[in-house]
């Protein structure tokens, strides 16, 4: 059962947050140019610095998406970007999963989340049904998660229960997008690409440890 007061909480303390702009945006324009950076994983490494790593991946998630404006691409950067997975054209493929094509249906914390899970758990191989049963199950693990963290994984739903208390559907047209930003929508849903990516990270930490 969700915490709805915590989660409440959360979201009031990202709307209130001093964040660093510049400095988030220097980060963003760096992977851009440089592309994201490749990194062998150590278990040892990883196990010492678990709660780092997931505080880490979840307060990057949130910046990403305030400057983003896009939860998927956010939530599946800050994973990509801490595990060295993938490339910046991945991220560029999730351009249109927030709301899952702006109809609501899907969170992109979950999308995102998802993703970056294909991209540790997956292979390069069509052939390699290991690989796909292996990301199957670490696909399941995370949507459990979520959705017992958040309580839904769909975004009407958690507008409703948990940011703003009305689903505001900022894909129907400008309107309510200028709304969603008005009623600080980027800063208060940093909320679930942090959940997400925290959770995505935490499924490739568990991994890590067997």
Excluded at 32 to 46: H, I, M, N, Q, W
Excluded at 57 to 74: D, G, M, T
Aim: proline share 4%; charged share 20%; glycine share 12%.
């Amino acid at each position: 059962m969700p915490d709805y007061g915590a989660l409440q909480a959360r979201v009031q303390e990202l709307a209130e947050r001093d964040w660093d702009i510049a400095a988030i945006e220097a980060r963003v324009n760096k992977l851009v140019a440089e592309g994201l950076p490749r990194k062998a994983l150590d278990r040892g490494e990883a196990a010492a610095h678990a709660q780092q790593i997931l505080d880490r991946v979840q307060r990057r998630a949130e910046e990403y998406n305030l400057v983003a404006r896009n939860c998927a691409r956010s939530t599946a950067l800050a994973v990509m970007e801490e595990f060295g997975l993938g490339t910046m054209e991945i991220v560029q493929a999730l351009s249109p999963f927030p709301g899952f094509g702006g109809t609501g249906w899907m969170c992109g914390g979950v999308t995102g989340g998802l993703i970056a899970l294909g991209l540790f758990f997956g292979s390069e191989d069509v052939l390699d049904q290991e690989a796909v049963g292996a990301t199957m199950m670490a696909a399941r693990r995370f949507m459990a998660r979520f959705e017992e963290q958040v309580g839904a994984v769909v975004c009407p739903t958690i507008h409703e229960d948990v940011v703003f208390g009305r689903y505001m559907d900022p894909g129907a047209g400008p309107g309510n997008m200028e709304a969603f930003a008005a009623a600080q929508g980027f800063q208060k849903c940093g909320l679930l690409p942090g959940i997400g990516a925290r959770i995505a990270a935490e499924i490739v930490l568990e991994s890590l440890h067997k």
